[in-house]
C-alpha cells in the first residue's frame, strides 16, 4: 500500500489525508455528523473527544484539496454544534490544522511538508484560547511549533500539537496518526470496538430530536421551534451568513465550503418557515 503522493511541483511527500476531532463524546458527534452527508468512522478520542475518519472522496480523486474539504467539514460542524471542531490535514506539500469554534472565524495553521513553518504566530494563540488550554505552559509549546526545526517535518509538527492537546483529555487511538493514507485511518478506526459508521440516510425527521438532544436545555431557546424571539434572530442570522458562503464555494469548487453555507441557509431557513407557519400569540 503505497503511503507517499507526487505533487505539482514533483516532490514526492504523504498521500493527502484528514481526520476531524470534535470536542465531545461520540453520541453528540454522531447527531449533528450525518448532516455533512459523508461517509465516515467515528470512534472515542480520549477524555470528552471523539474522532471522525473521512473517506476522503473530494481529494483522493483530485477534485478539491484537502485543507479546504475538511475546513468547510469542521466549519459546517461548529455551527451546527456547540462544541469545537479541530481539523487536522495533510499532502504532499503541506500539513495544518483548522480549528473552527461557532460562528467566529476558523483559525489555522500551515507547516511546509519539510516542517518550515508557514502561518502567522497569532493563530497559535488564538488556537490555544479557544481550547482554553494552559496560557503559559501550553502556549510556550505551541511557540515552539512556529519556529525553525531542522529535524521536525508537517507530520512531527502535528504529532506535537496533539500532544499538547493531551493535558486537555485528548488520546487519538493507535494508528490514528497524521500523515498516514487514508486506507490506514480507516483499517485502524474499524479494529477498534466502540466505532460506529456515519452516514446520510436522508431522514429529516430525526434531525430535530437529534439536535435537541446535541444542544441540551441551555440551547433550546435558540432552536426554531422553540417559539423564542432569539429562535427568529439566529435564523436570520444564518441565512445571512450561509449565503456568502454557499455562492463562495460555489464559485470555487469547494465542496466543504458549499456544505457549510448550505447547512448553515438550511436551518436558517428552517427557523424561519416555522415562525411562519407557527406565529407567536
Known amino acids: 500500500m503505497s503511503t507517499a503522493a507526487t505533487s505539482r511541483t514533483g ?20 447527531a449533528v455528523a450525518p448532516l455533512l452527508r459523508e461517509r465516515m468512522l467515528l470512534t472515542r478520542a480520549g477524555e470528552g473527544w471523539s474522532v471522525l475518519v473521512p473517506e476522503g472522496g473530494p481529494w483522493r480523486h483530485g477534485e478539491e484539496p484537502v485543507d479546504r ?36 472565524r476558523p483559525v489555522g495553521y500551515i507547516w511546509l511538508t519539510n516542517g518550515t513553518p508557514a502561518g502567522e504566530d497569532e493563530a497559535m494563540r488564538t488556537f490555544a484560547a479557544r481550547l482554553a488550554l494552559d496560557p503559559v505552559l501550553d502556549v510556550q ?31 487519538l487511538p493507535a494508528g490514528l496518526a497524521p500523515g498516514e493514507p487514508t486506507d490506514r485511518l480507516r483499517e485502524a478506526a474499524r479494529a477498534r ?9 436522508g431522514r429529516q425527521d430525526t434531525v430535530r430530536g437529534e439536535l435537541e438532544a446535541v444542544v441540551g436545555r441551555r ?17 436570520l442570522a444564518q441565512m445571512a451568513a450561509g449565503l456568502p458562503l454557499a455562492v463562495w464555494g460555489l464559485r470555487h469548487r469547494s465542496g466543504g465550503w458549499l456544505t457549510a453555507g448550505a447547512l448553515l441557509l438550511a436551518h436558517g431557513a428552517l427557523g424561519v418557515s416555522y415562525e411562519l407557519t407557527h406565529p407567536r400569540d
Open 11 to 30: 516532490r514526492t511527500g504523504p498521500a493527502p489525508g484528514a481526520l476531524l476531532l470534535c470536542r465531545a463524546a461520540p453520541d453528540s458527534v454522531a
Open 69 to 104: 474539504v475538511v475546513t468547510g467539514w469542521a466549519t459546517a460542524l461548529a455551527v451546527g454544534a456547540p462544541w469545537p471542531v479541530l481539523a487536522l490535514w495533510w499532502d504532499a506539500d503541506r500539513g495544518g490544522y483548522t480549528l473552527a469554534s461557532g460562528f467566529r
Open 141 to 171: 509549546s505551541l511557540d515552539h511549533l512556529t519556529k525553525p526545526d531542522p529535524t521536525a517535518d508537517a507530520r512531527t509538527r502535528l504529532r506535537g500539537l496533539l500532544a499538547v492537546l493531551t493535558r486537555v483529555g485528548l488520546a
Open 193 to 201: 470496538p466502540d466505532t460506529r459508521p456515519i452516514e446520510w440516510e
Open 219 to 235: 440551547l433550546t431557546p435558540w432552536l426554531p421551534w422553540s417559539g423564542d424571539p432569539r429562535a427568529r434572530t439566529l435564523a
